[in-house]
């Protein structure tokens, strides 16, 4: 081989090797604009499902991407907002790590961490009023209860007294005016109602104004209930008898 067939060989191994890493460039370059375009693709259709409220299916796309593309933070901030408006906010926090961890200064990440920290504030402040305001509405059905129960024992109270002077008025008034039969219906009415304090107040005083056998007489008379009678008899001789040993 002469030094001129030497030159020429020389040269076209070194365009042959020159086209064979022109080859190898182009593969790769188009092989890394696939991958770029299968994110591309990926982060557009999760997105157009985000922005069309289907959070669930979004979430589901996502995770299959990042299965291809484990090193995108862009997913992992789509998935993050895809599981925060689903309200899946531990969810959402995990995903928004994962990106961070990724790239750090990642801006659409930052401000949804910002965005669901208020949302976590904004939920703990309601759940902390709503369990205020149920103590508010314990607290108002309590002290309702409490005044009703106090008016009630407190009427109670009034209508006893009262009742108790309209029985000793009337009484004392049917006692001076002989009314022996108004006298024993209030001795009934007493006897029904079990009103023993009063029954016996009434029966000391009909003692007082008669001895006990007219007392006696009056009572068989007047009362036409057999059963009361009796009772009415019992007690007036039991007042009686007390009376006499206290003498």
């Known amino acids: ?5 030497r030159v020429i ?6 365009l042959t090797l020159t086209v064979l ?3 190898i460039e182009c593969r790769a370059d188009l092989n890394l604009n696939g991958g770029l ?7 557009r259709m999760g997105q157009e499902l985000i922005d069309c409220g289907d959070y669930e299916l979004a979430a589901s796309s996502l ?3 990042l299965k291809k593309h484990p090193r995108s933070d862009w997913l992992y901030s789509l998935l993050g907002r895809a599981y925060f408006k689903m309200g899946d906010l531990e969810m959402a926090e995990a995903q928004f790590r994962e990106a961070l961890d990724i790239n750090k200064n990642n801006p659409a990440v930052k401000r949804m961490v910002l965005e669901m920290r208020k949302t976590q504030d904004l939920l703990r402040d309601r759940d902390i009023s709503e369990w205020i305001n149920i103590a508010k509405e314990k607290a108002a059905d309590l002290v309702t209860l409490v005044i009703g129960v106090w008016l009630g024992m407190l009427l109670s109270g009034i209508s006893g007294r009262f009742y108790s002077h309209f029985v000793r008025t009337n009484f004392r008034k049917a006692l001076a005016k002989k009314d022996f039969d108004y006298v024993t ?6 006897q029904f109602k079990r009103e023993k304090a009063q029954l016996r ?5 009909l003692l007082a104004e008669y001895d006990l056998e007219e007392a006696k007489e009056m009572i068989i008379e007047y009362v036409d209930d057999r059963e009361i009678e009796d009772k009415l008899v019992h007690f007036l001789v039991q007042i009686h008898k007390k009376s006499q040993a206290k003498g």
């Not at 219906?185 to 007493?190: G, K, N, W």
């Open 1 to 5: 081989m002469n030094k001129t067939e």
């Open 201 to 205: 107040m009434r029966l000391r005083e």
């Open 9 to 14: 060989w020389l040269i076209c191994v070194v």
């Open 37 to 43: 375009e299968s994110e591309l693709s990926c982060g």
């Open 185 to 190: 219906d209030i001795l009934e009415d007493l």
């Open 63 to 65: 995770e299959q991407c």
């Open 21 to 23: 890493f022109g080859i």
